[in-house]
């Protein structure tokens, strides 16, 4: 079955730190990624995908992914973090072609940013 | 646009009551989706719809209904609730199902069952 891994479950950070968010997933064909990140006490919102091209993404606030299929993995980065940035953050795959759109989520890093 | 909508937002049930969860969207999409959120398991995809009048089971579907009698809505029911279903709920919903098309999120209906 499919799945998606992410190794940090809660991570803590000084502002200006560099962060990287460690997401694997097992699918061998076609897969579409994304990262979307959970303010507390609101929505998900989309912060960055990858669907075809370059494998370096960049998203919004300054986050950015890279995609390494010979790995497996999409992992998250940001050069330096803010005390805004804490929330919940999701990597989620979109696997295979012609389906019906199912998200297969990881189970989530919590991130902390100390002022 | 309201974007995706959710009502309500907050809900107590007791063991055995039904409820329904309504979400609206009013981007014209076709795919909708309801998840459910528990600590340290990410969100599981309880039921979808790739359009009006079709639903399909997702990961978790045991326990709930739904239906899309409607395009831009799409409904989330529970029978008879039970405490495994205390969560947070949310609906997403999707231009198409593959592509470069995100779900969008709604804010959320969180549930608790006693």
């Known amino acids: 079955a499919q799945s998606v891994s992410q190794h940090n479950h809660h991570v803590i950070l000084s502002e200006a730190a560099s962060l990287e968010l460690g997401c694997n997933y097992s699918y061998g064909g076609t897969v579409n990624l994304f990262w979307y990140v959970q303010y507390p006490g609101q929505h998900l919102q989309l912060l960055l995908k990858?669907?075809?091209?370059?494998?370096l993404v960049k998203g919004i606030k300054g986050f950015e992914a890279e995609f390494i299929k010979s790995k497996f993995s999409f992992n998250l980065r940001k050069p330096s973090v803010q005390w805004s940035d804490t929330a919940e953050y999701f990597c989620a795959v979109l696997a295979g072609s012609g389906n019906t759109g199912k998200l297969i989520f990881g189970q989530g890093t919590t991130l902390q940013v100390k002022p | 646009n309201a974007g995706v909508t959710q009502t309500p937002k907050f809900r107590v049930l007791k063991t055995g009551q039904s409820m329904t969860l309504l979400c609206a969207q009013d981007?014209?999409?076709?795919?909708m989706y309801w998840y459910r959120q528990d600590p340290g398991m990410g969100l599981r995809l309880i039921h979808y719809?790739?359009?009006?009048?079709?639903?399909a089971k997702g990961e978790v579907p045991d326990g709930y209904n739904v239906s899309r009698l409607k395009k831009q809505n799409f409904l989330l029911g529970l029978e008879s609730a039970a405490p495994s279903q205390t969560s947070v709920y949310f609906c997403a919903s999707s231009y198409r199902a593959a592509g470069p098309y995100e779900q969008y999120f709604g804010p959320g209906t969180r549930l608790t069952v006693t």
């Open positions: 981007m014209n999409h076709e795919y």
């Open positions: 719809s790739v359009g009006e009048g079709t639903t």
């Open positions: 990858y669907f075809s091209g370059d494998p």
